[in-house]
């Protein structure tokens, strides 16, 4: 079953605006990732968020957590052309697998 | 060394063929996954290996068969596959289950 729900699937910017990407998600968690993919190549791991934090940030890179509306955002600041990729949130619960949302689509044209 | 390869890049094969997967990551991580990956789509697990035993196995087919010879080698068997098992492979390695987990390149995989 899908357990993260990106929103939206795709997302057109402008180099130097900021990008905002949300994760919906249905049951209970141990914590949240986002994950980036450039065109058919393997994932890289952005940034972890357990449930008991409510915002963590990494370079340009911002995330918050919601546990109580079951929900995600990541914020990228300043984005480049080089940020243009899909981005997936996955979220685990207890002895379960790891489950990538539908992912959103972003495109940053310079 | 902080990489997870996989070989190999493309693999074209009948559908009467048998071939492998091979991911192999050096980092001591020792849970390592198979995913599969179609178009526009989000990874799906097929397996995971928790200290080189096999604690997940998404409800694959049987014409994959995965093996995990060591705590750094991950293999995915293949015989018999389908048209509609054409897909990017995605092989993935972590410390413990469901952490950061650290991907490779992925397999191209087109079955005729």
């Known amino acids: 079953s899908q357990q993260g729900e990106e929103d939206p699937q795709a997302l057109s910017i402008q180099e130097g605006e900021n990008a905002t990407m949300n994760c919906s998600y249905k049951t209970s968690i141990n914590n949240l990732q986002w994950y980036r993919q450039n065109s058919g190549r393997g994932l890289v791991h952005l940034i972890l968020i357990r449930s008991n934090e409510r915002e963590k940030h990494s370079g340009r890179l911002r995330v918050t957590l919601d546990t109580s509306k079951k929900s995600s955002s990541l914020l990228i600041t300043a984005s480049r052309a080089a940020d243009t990729a899909s981005y997936f949130c996955a979220t685990d619960q207890a002895g379960t697998a790891l489950i990538f949302g539908k992912g959103t689509t972003l495109s940053v044209s310079s | 060394d902080t990489e997870v390869t996989q070989t190999p890049k493309h693999l074209v094969m009948g559908m009467t063929n048998k071939k492998s997967l091979k991911c192999e990551q050096h980092m001591g991580h020792r849970a390592m996954y198979w995913y599969k990956q179609k178009a526009k789509k989000p990874p799906e697990l097929m397996f995971v290996?928790?200290?080189?035993?096999?604690?997940i196995n998404e409800s694959v087919p049987s014409r994959f068969s995965p093996e995990c010879p060591n705590s750094s080698l991950l293999n995915l068997h293949l015989h018999a596959l389908q048209p509609e098992d054409s897909a990017l492979y995605l092989c993935a390695s972590s410390r413990q289950d469901y952490n950061e987990q650290f991907f490779g390149p992925g397999t191209r995989l087109t079955v005729l």
């Open positions: 290996y928790s200290y080189e035993k096999l604690s």
